[in-house]
């Protein structure tokens, strides 16, 4: 079982203090912990259920583990809510004739652990659109943002903060923007709907030696993702009208 600290690092601290983003329209936010349901993932009882932490520690003491019913409980009572009111939110835009929906699936993770089996360790910040397209098809197919519009939003932030941005490495998306991609695909709207995961290095806010955390460094860095994210809205708006005008 985890402590109160291991915990803490697990739970994407912060993403739920969103105040510098004023550009959004609606702002979704967990309502519960990721190792009671995890949002970023499928919707069964093997893949939304952690049983281990970043370093492969047990969350639960032996027979403590949510049974098959709770997990299903939790689905019921947390992840389709959550993503349901998504969905609702892209209604809502498509009905005020938005010609574009830009969701942002924004996270973190610390960097004092390899990613997965990649071995890697977390960068400064990644941004992701699910990768590149694939040789002899029409990559913006592909993905759930086009690549010119990744590059874009990829120098923005890197002017803003003057430091390293990485595109698709380690993290491509989610399964929220996979999720996005097939709302794309499934729902009745005009609109177009696209994605962006941003993913940051959490301890460029939270020292994890002294445990305190830098709120004037979170300040600015979302300072800085907002204003990226309209000017990237503006521009994805700015193509999509020169289309409709063709």
Not at 86 to 105: G, P, R, Y
Not at 114 to 141: C, F, H, Q, R, W
Not at 214 to 240: G, P, T
């Amino acid at each position: 079982d985890l402590n109160e600290y291991e915990i803490f690092k697990f739970s994407d601290p912060y993403t739920n203090q969103l105040e510098e983003f004023t550009c959004t329209d609606f702002k979704h936010v967990s309502e519960v912990h990721r190792l009671v349901c995890d949002f970023n993932r499928a919707p069964d009882t093997n893949t939304a259920f952690h049983m281990e932490d970043f370093f492969g520690r047990d969350v639960f003491k032996p027979g403590k583990e949510f049974t098959k019913a709770e997990k299903l409980s939790h689905l019921e009572k947390y992840w389709w809510p959550f993503h349901d009111g998504i969905i609702e939110s892209i209604f809502k835009l498509d009905e005020e004739a938005h010609e574009v929906i830009l969701l942002v699936d924004y996270h973190n993770t610390s960097g004092d652990h390899p990613l997965g089996d990649t071995g890697k360790y977390m960068p400064s910040i990644v941004i992701s659109n699910l990768g590149k397209g694939i040789d002899g098809e029409d990559e913006n197919a592909l993905v759930s943002l086009p690549n010119k519009h990744l590059k874009f939003f990829h120098k923005r932030i890197e002017e803003k903060l003057g430091v390293k941005v990485e595109m698709n490495t380690i993290y491509k998306g989610g399964y929220n923007t996979i999720w996005t991609k097939q709302l794309r695909e499934n729902l009745d709207i005009n609109a177009k709907l696209y994605a962006v995961q941003i993913e940051y290095n959490l301890d460029y806010v939270f020292n994890p030696i002294s445990r305190k955390t830098d709120f004037l460094a979170l300040k600015k860095m979302q300072n800085a993702f907002n204003d990226s994210l309209i000017e990237l809205y503006e521009i994805l708006w700015a193509d999509e009208c020169n289309m409709c005008i063709q």
